[in-house]
Nanobody, 114 residues
Framework: QVQLVESGGGLVQAGGSLKLSCASS????????MGWYRQASGKQRELVAM???????NYADAVKGRFTISRDNAKNTVYLQMNSLKPEDTAVYYC????????WGQGTQVTVSS
């Protein structure tokens, strides 16, 4: 059974940084890709960043140059380093992994104060 557990969220001032972690209960190399999504209050869930099995990355325009996704296959963990945070980055951040199915974590709250 696949379980994804996010951690690292919290409250930070604008301009600050946070690093999110997503720990998988299974070997992450088996997934086609893994990503981070976010959902702000009253809005749809949106892709923030994605990393493929081969290490290729893709970012939403709103976070390019500020966020970095990475993976540590030995630790079965994917990270999202978030720098220069803005109030509009406030959301619940979800980890996602895909193989034949799509798996989701429970989410971690990120709140950026102005």
């Amino acid at each position: 059974q696949v379980q994804l557990v996010e951690s690292g969220g919290g409250l930070v001032q604008a301009g600050g940084s946070l690093k999110l972690s997503c720990a998988s209960s299974v070997n992450i190399f088996g997934f086609y890709d893994m990503g981070w999504y976010r959902q702000a209050s009253g809005k749809q869930r949106e892709l923030v960043a994605m990393i493929t099995r081969g290490g290729g990355t893709n970012y939403a325009d709103a976070v390019k140059g500020r966020f970095t996704i990475s993976r540590d296959n030995a630790k079965n963990t994917v990270y999202l380093q978030m720098n220069s945070l803005k109030p509009e980055d406030t959301a619940v951040y979800y980890c996602n992994a895909r193989d034949t199915w799509a798996y989701w974590g429970q989410g971690t709250q990120v709140t950026v104060s102005s």
